[in-house]
């Protein structure tokens, strides 16, 4: 196998900058968002966002990219950090239950052996249970996108009928996870499903790229359009729900995965920008160059390599993706030209006018780009 062309020695600081900053990013003024306008709003400006404090999703994805680069390390060097989080989380009180919220469950359910802690494992197990029996469902059964209402913790934005790309890795990882765990097979049987429904409504077969969401009340894919950080979802989330299986998974089920997984990469590949970046609208090459979604789309391809799907001509682009992730990273540790949170778009405009924000998950998913690129 050949060698990244660049070295630990080259990205292990630029990874402790990177994570240093994730885990001090504080929190932010939630109370602006009991006033925040539609406008603002559509462009990403929602203040729970913003911080490392919150449950919510942007800082669910932040602490997967920690949990990774404890996991290369192979110890529990930052534990007590996830332990005071989660704490001062239950102490503070839950937002509303829904699939973006689900996310920090995924590294709670992976943390379980190491905090110990007989509740958390009982809280795990009963968000399970609700994204089974009292999640709203599309038709076919589909887990319906229902979110955090902007300005109320406690209350809920049902996005009737939608499924967004966002899901799998927001709450499809979580009950995948749990399946295995707790050997529970109508658990794990749901999470396929669920990857199987997505692609099949979200997959575009013309290009092999991802639509963000698709209604069923509307009977379309909204505005068509193929987000960066939307198709990455797919493209790191399927190769961690494809591992959870440790090999058992069924070779037929395993080959259409790895076939759709191929096709996007074999796509993303002819819309890199020259950069090494993708745009935020992968095919609009004049909207700007987006810099969470190129992580995990680098991150999706390492990993791919490393797992057997892709052959070692992919490192090329992946390297190519990693040098633009580092050049994008400040002094102080700053993932740089990160897109905040992206409500669903009926047009391009809506991705291009996405403010442009520090952000957990832009952390993150730097993080796990430069923890892939490793060797070990």
């Not at 961690?240 to 299986?245: A, D, G, L, P, Q």
């Not at 057997?308 to 992730?325: F, H, M, P, Q």
Request: glycine residues 10%.
């Amino acid at each position: 196998m050949e060698e990244n062309d660049m070295t630990n020695k080259e990205l292990l600081p630029k990874i402790h900058l990177v994570m240093d900053k994730l885990m001090n990013l504080g929190g932010a003024d939630y109370e602006n968002d009991r006033s925040v306008g539609k406008e603002e709003a559509s462009r990403g400006i929602i203040a729970r966002d913003f911080g490392i404090e919150e449950w919510d999703w942007p800082q669910g994805v932040g602490l997967y990219g920690l949990l990774k680069l404890q996991r290369f390390y192979g110890d529990n060097r930052y534990l007590e950090f996830f332990d005071s989080w989660f704490e001062n989380n239950f102490k503070k009180g839950l937002p509303s239950k829904n699939i973006n919220t689900t996310a920090p469950y995924l590294v709670l359910a992976e943390l379980l052996d190491d905090l110990k802690n007989p509740e958390y494992e009982k809280l795990c197990l009963d968000h399970a249970h609700w994204l089974m029996t009292g999640l709203p469902k599309t038709k076919e059964g589909g887990f319906q996108h229902v979110v955090t209402a902007i300005g109320d913790r406690d209350g809920i934005l049902l996005n009737e009928g939608e499924m967004w790309i966002d899901t799998l890795f927001m709450a499809v990882l979580f009950l995948n996870k749990m399946g295995h765990r707790f050997q529970n097979q109508e658990w794990i049987g749901e999470a396929l499903h669920q990857v199987l429904l997505h692609i099949k409504y979200l997959y575009d077969k013309h290009t092999g790229l991802f639509y963000h969401g698709w209604s069923f009340l509307l009977n379309n894919n909204f505005g068509g359009v193929f987000w960066c950080r939307g198709n990455s979802w797919f493209t790191y989330g399927i190769l961690e729900f494809i591992e959870s299986y440790e090999g058992t998974i069924d070779h037929g089920l395993l080959t259409y995965l790895t076939d759709t997984f191929k096709a996007q990469v074999n796509a993303l590949i002819g819309l890199q920008a020259p950069s090494g970046l993708w745009h935020t609208v992968l095919t609009d090459p004049s909207s700007y160059e987006e810099v969470s979604g190129s992580g995990a789309i680098a991150g999706g391809i390492l990993k791919g390599i490393k797992m057997g799907i892709l052959d070692e001509s992919y490192y090329v682009c992946a390297d190519r993706a990693v040098k633009a992730v580092c050049k994008n990273i400040g002094e102080d540790g700053t993932v740089l030209n990160v897109s905040a949170g992206t409500g669903m778009g009926y047009d391009e405009d809506h991705y291009k006018n996405i403010t442009i924000r520090p952000m957990a998950y832009g952390q993150s998913l730097a993080l796990i780009s430069l923890v892939e690129a490793l060797n070990e």
